[in-house]
């Protein structure tokens, strides 16, 4: 039976699948619409879809190693209670291995790439969903690779609300390496060093701590003496080399580093739901609506 735009769009609006889902779903269907639907629901795009556009802003992130390769992912689920699910855990488990074994370019190519046989990793998701009940989303990922003498510094804070992977150069003590990405998940810096700031960033701060200088009134004279000074002070809020050390204040990263012989090399911290727009719950509305039903 030839399967026609209408058909495909009737579908659609019926089950809020995607155009391509639906269009196979009646091909495999042979055009039955009651089938068609049943076919997405059991491959639990249907039920998925009602749930994509409720706000995915908890869950958890996540680090796998293998060797000389790692990855960070981050996973989301609407609820906290659901990120603690054992489902939930699984799937960020076998997604994490899925990325270091496939080394997908970004999130849109990983999800279209085959997860088991007919199944892509977004479908495989999507049944994740049908089964948990709640919207559930890969967000982002990043791979990082290291040599024989080098260490992952791997830290999951409270259970994964907040993830850091480092890569250490020069030293194969994971312990001093995991350290290091403590530091930096407590502290949130946005460098290595001051090497990686950019000269607009840098000459922005020093105009605005210029203008800060003369609005206190300070002598121009000792104006630019007294930024380069607070320009130390910038470096050391966003640099992780020059920050004091959270396991030991006397001391500064890089020098904790040098101590082991070391350089951080890169790092990358993923903390859940930054950027994204969290629901806002009122529950006292929410009873309120469920009595006057």
Request: aromatic share 6%; proline share 1%; glycine share 8%.
């Amino acid at each position: 039976m030839a399967i026609t735009a209408q058909m495909v769009k009737e579908l659609r609006e019926k089950t809020g699948a995607g155009m391509m889902d639906c269009k196979k779903a009646l091909q495999e269907t042979d055009g039955d619409m009651d089938k068609a639907i049943d076919f997405l629901r059991e491959k639990g795009i249907a039920k998925a879809a009602k749930k994509a556009d409720r706000v995915a802003a908890e869950g958890t992130t996540y680090i796998h190693t293998s060797g000389n390769e790692a990855v960070i992912l981050e996973v989301n689920s609407e609820t906290d209670f659901v990120a603690k699910n054992e489902g939930f855990q699984n799937l960020v488990k076998e997604l994490g291995e899925f990325l270091l074994n496939n080394k997908p370019a970004n999130v849109e190519e990983a999800l279209n790439q085959e997860f088991a046989a007919g199944t892509t990793v977004g479908q495989h998701i999507n049944a994740s969903i049908a089964k948990i009940g709640e919207n559930l989303t890969l967000r982002r990922f990043e791979i990082r690779t290291k040599e024989d003498s080098d260490a992952f510094g791997a830290y999951l804070h409270m259970g994964g609300r907040i993830g850091v992977l480092a890569v250490v150069k020069g030293t194969s003590d994971e312990d001093a390496a995991k350290d290091v990405a403590m530091h930096i998940a407590a502290l949130n810096p946005k460098y290595v060093s001051r090497d990686e700031v950019s000269q607009e960033e840098v000459e922005r701060e020093r105009e605005v701590l210029t203008q800060q200088a003369l609005n206190e009134g300070k002598p121009e004279n000792i104006v630019a003496k007294m930024v380069e000074g607070r320009l130390g002070k910038f470096f050391e809020d966003i640099c992780v080399l020059d920050q004091a050390f959270v396991k030991d204040p006397d001391q500064k990263v890089r020098k904790f580093l040098e101590s082991k012989k070391a350089t951080l090399e890169s790092f990358v911290r993923y903390e859940v739901g930054e950027g994204l727009e969290k629901r806002q719950d009122n529950f006292a509305e929410e009873v309120m609506s469920q009595v006057k039903k």
